[in-house]
């Protein structure tokens, strides 16, 4: 639905040389692959271990068909349907044929011609076909080691927040609204700068882990170029009471993002919200697949929980067995949706996943962490910095949401006329550099 003046502009891609999608489907997507071919082949003995020579035989041919997939990517080869047969692959392939259509001259899609978002995603979905058609290895999560070593990085940070957070709780008795605003404010920006990488805000560079992350955020505070904390909090206060029969508080929804240190911040803002009332339900949506190197899947999210009830730390501990607590109790629920691992801005959910957009309707506030899920919303495309956020959504509103972001991807609308330019003299690479972050709103104008 295209309601306003602008134009909506063309789709970042790697046929613009020297733009960052072109570095990026040059330089790091093959990098990537490499990568999983080589953990793969370093579990051989993994998998024979369980499954034999078919293990063995399995491996080999994953290797084989990713090895086939880096040459495709590098010699920009025209991208092929998908052959398996999972619930997703009929949408895919379609997908293919919606973007073959957008082809200029009848040229293929390929890797180096098409937009940046879509063959992106493309590449993550041809990695778990190529674990999908060979179903003794078809459970592997080739990005697993990857996510459980950056949790275990993260330690001294996330014994750090859960002991803030345990604090915050026992000593909060009946708070004033400011009290629980200036919470509430360190949590959701803990949460933000959880998605700056994975290794902790305080002391990912070196290892002395002395700072907590709630130190850290009064200086990276300057680092936030669009701050609607004040409206996400808004949204929460008028369910504040306004649901006299129900139980106090929104239905929020988190679409989560990276495993390790960013989704405990995640689950420690979901505890807050619902434990001070804010929040009557929490529902984590995290993906149905390994996808982007780090993002949260079922096992991972299962695995963070156990994995922090079973800490040596106690308070650590506390927050885990709380937290599986909550997902008993279903104030906390897990849900995926395929929706989340296919290429569609999401603009395109209304008409291509419209049960999901249906069920966000009903939530209060949608969270959007990260980076991708930035360039969904707002298509990935090359929009002026000025573009209002409402008008980048282009039509997508299921309720009000907020985007959660540091920035790693060159697409960043809503900012005040001068401030990107500025930001672009002072420092090339602001937008990819993940030094900056969003706290961006908007909120459906209510029905006449
Ligand atoms: O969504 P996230 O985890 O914040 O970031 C995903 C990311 O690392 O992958 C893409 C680059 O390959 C960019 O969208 C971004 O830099
Ligand atoms: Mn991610």
């Keep these: 639905m295209e309601t306003d003046h602008v134009k909506t502009p063309q789709s970042l891609s790697a046929k613009f040389e020297g733009s960052f999608a072109y570095l990026t489907v040059r330089d790091r997507l093959p990098t990537i692959l490499t990568k999983v071919i080589d953990t793969i082949h370093r579990n051989k003995n993994n998998f024979f271990e369980e499954h034999g020579e078919e293990g063995v035989n399995a491996e080999k041919r994953a290797i084989s068909f990713l090895s086939k997939l880096r040459n495709e990517l590098q010699t920009d080869k025209p991208v092929l349907p998908l052959s398996d047969d999972a ?40 990695i778990q076909e190529a674990v999908w058609l060979n179903p003794p290895i078809g459970d592997f999560d ?6 459980t070593q950056t949790f275990f990085e993260s330690q001294q940070a996330i014994m750090f927040l859960c002991t803030h957070l345990r604090e915050v709780l026992t000593s909060m008795d009946n708070p004033n609204e400011k009290q629980l605003f200036d919470h509430f404010l360190k949590f ?3 949460s933000l700068w959880g998605n700056k990488c994975d290794l902790s805000i305080s002391a990912g560079q070196d290892n002395s882990q002395k700072i907590s992350p709630i130190e850290s955020l009064a200086s990276l505070q300057r680092f936030i170029l669009v701050d609607d904390s004040d409206q996400v909090w808004s949204a929460l206060m008028t369910l504040q009471g306004s649901r006299e029969t129900e139980k106090r508080g929104a239905r929020v929804d988190l679409i989560l993002d990276n495993a390790g240190f960013e989704l405990i911040t995640d689950l420690v803002l979901g505890d807050f919200l619902v434990s001070v009332g804010l929040a009557k339900e929490v529902r984590f949506h995290g993906k149905s697949f390994p996808w982007f190197v780090s993002d949260v899947t079922k096992k991972d999210f299962d695995w963070t929980i156990r994995q922090t009830m079973a800490s040596n730390h106690k308070q650590m501990s506390a927050c885990g067995v709380q937290w599986k607590r909550f997902l008993k109790e279903g104030v906390w629920s897990y849900h995926d949706h395929r929706f989340w691992t296919l290429p569609h801005e999401f603009c395109d959910m209304p008409t291509d996943a419209a049960d999901l957009y249906t069920d966000l309707q009903g939530s209060d506030l949608i969270l959007f962490k990260g980076d991708l899920n930035y360039r969904k919303l707002t298509g990935d495309r090359d929009w002026e910095h000025t573009v209002p956020f409402a008008r980048a959504l282009r039509g997508f509103r299921p309720a009000p949401l907020c985007s959660l972001r540091t920035l790693k991807a060159n697409v960043q609308v809503g900012l005040q006329p001068g401030h990107g330019e500025m930001l672009t003299s002072q420092e090339p690479d602001w937008m990819t550099n993940g030094k900056y972050a969003v706290v961006q709103f908007f909120c459906p104008p209510r029905e006449q």
């Design 87 to 126: 619930e997703d692959t009929v949408a895919w392939n379609e997908y293919m044929q919606r973007q073959q259509d957008m082809m200029e001259d009848r040229q293929p899609v390929s890797w180096f011609k098409s937009p940046w978002l879509y063959v992106e995603c493309y590449m993550y979905r041809r």
């Design 142 to 147: 080739v990005f697993k080691e990857g996510k």
């Design 188 to 190: 959701l920006q803990v």
